[in-house]
């Protein structure tokens, strides 16, 4: 009973049921009810289940697609940031000793990149006072934008 109320529950992803999917149909719960007995064609049969298996396909591919996206915004390296420029660096984890969180800025610099540390990460000129090391995760910095009037 269990299995069957999972295989005609409709997926998010295919937006079908596991079950319509496999077969080009959906189960039947037959207690007491009448069959029909008839059986499509073998050739209508293999069309409907070559279209439904392309349309599942398409289905996820596209959902693929979104996961590369929003998994490439987090794991990428930016490519605007550059050995020599000047970048703001996210406090999140340094701990100052300010009294509270609150009032600790959230971005410090702007500091320059001295050179790039592996794939994901940079290596920043900071003053000695700051006492953290130096290398870090690309997500963890930004590029100051230059002002245009000046």
Not at 38 to 49: F, G, M, N
Request: one cysteine or more; charged letters at 25%; a positive charge.
């Amino acid at each position: 009973m269990t299995k069957f109320a999972y295989n005609n529950s409709v997926n998010s992803l295919t937006n079908q049921t596991p079950f319509y999917a496999c077969y080009g149909f959906h189960p039947r719960f037959s207690v007491g009810q009448q069959l029909d007995k008839s059986v499509p064609h073998a050739d209508e049969r293999v069309d409907q289940l070559k279209l439904r298996m392309e349309e599942l396909q398409a289905s996820v591919s596209l959902a693929n697609k979104k996961i590369k996206h929003y998994y490439n915004l987090k794991h990428c390296m930016p490519d605007d940031i550059k050995v020599g420029d000047k970048v703001w660096l996210d406090t999140c984890n340094i701990k100052t000793e300010r009294p509270t969180a609150k009032i600790v800025a959230k971005k410090i610099g702007p500091y320059k990149v001295l050179k790039k540390e592996g794939t994901p990460a940079f290596k920043l000129k900071l003053p000695h006072t700051l006492r953290v090391h130096p290398v870090f995760h690309t997500s963890l910095v930004s590029l100051k934008k230059e002002d245009p009037c000046n």
